[in-house]
């Protein structure tokens, strides 16, 4: 998106680690459903869906070209030194990036609670702010055959220093459209930024970690 709300505070470590974290979408709503007519009653239906991670996934594919495992997962890179956030579908050694797909803007300034300790120098506290995510088409690939505009409150939990890392969790809960193969989707569920895992990279070789 990069959904990815940068971490509240920086922190000093080398230029090939990563903080890597894994991005959840689980989102439900409705989509239209058929019609049908007996005698004089007629009767549309709206049919109940859901998008979750696997689903976004599978656009992915269908947009790269490339064939993604059920074991694959979709996880934010951020480097702890210096460098882009990125996004990517992590599928055994297969690492592909997918960052210009998702799209995360801040819709509004942030609402802070923070405590820091001066001595330890161990900081904690929370961000509040509305934040919007899209999946979107990208030029120069396929057409996915699922997109989403969704927006809602996120609240961001930080830890700095925390072992291994500085810890930034992410969850916000979201409304909005979509479209499955061209047909309207109405949507509302959660988008979530989890998990801690530093990994290092020799000689900032891109893709994933030996």
Not at 54 to 83: E, K, Y
Not at 141 to 152: N, R
Request: proline letters at 5%; a neutral charge; one cysteine or more.
């Amino acid at each position: 998106m990069a959904i990815v709300m940068s971490l509240a505070a920086a922190h000093a470590w080398a230029d090939q680690t990563n903080l890597v974290r894994n991005l959840n979408i689980q989102l439900a709503g409705y989509q239209q459903g058929g019609t049908t007519a007996t005698k004089n009653v007629t009767t549309t239906t709206a049919d109940k869906v859901q998008v979750a991670t696997t689903d976004v996934i599978n656009a992915f594919a269908t947009a790269t070209g490339n064939s993604f495992s059920p074991a694959a997962q979709l996880v934010v890179i951020t480097p702890l030194s210096r460098g882009s956030v990125t996004i990517a579908v992590r599928d055994g050694g297969n690492s592909v990036d997918v960052s210009r797909f998702l799209v995360q803007s801040c819709l509004s300034e942030a609402v802070v609670k923070y405590t820091a300790n001066s001595k330890s120098g161990k900081s904690s506290g929370s961000t509040y702010s509305l934040q919007g995510f899209a999946l979107q088409d990208v030029d120069g690939y396929q057409p996915m055959p699922l997109h989403y505009v969704m927006s809602g409150v996120a609240v961001e939990n930080f830890m700095i220093p925390a072992i291994p890392g500085p810890r930034s969790e992410v969850s916000a809960d979201v409304s909005g459209t979509g479209d499955s193969a061209g047909n309207l989707l109405i949507l509302q569920g959660t988008i979530r930024v989890t998990g801690q895992t530093i990994e290092v990279v020799p000689g900032n070789a891109s893709g994933p970690p030996a």
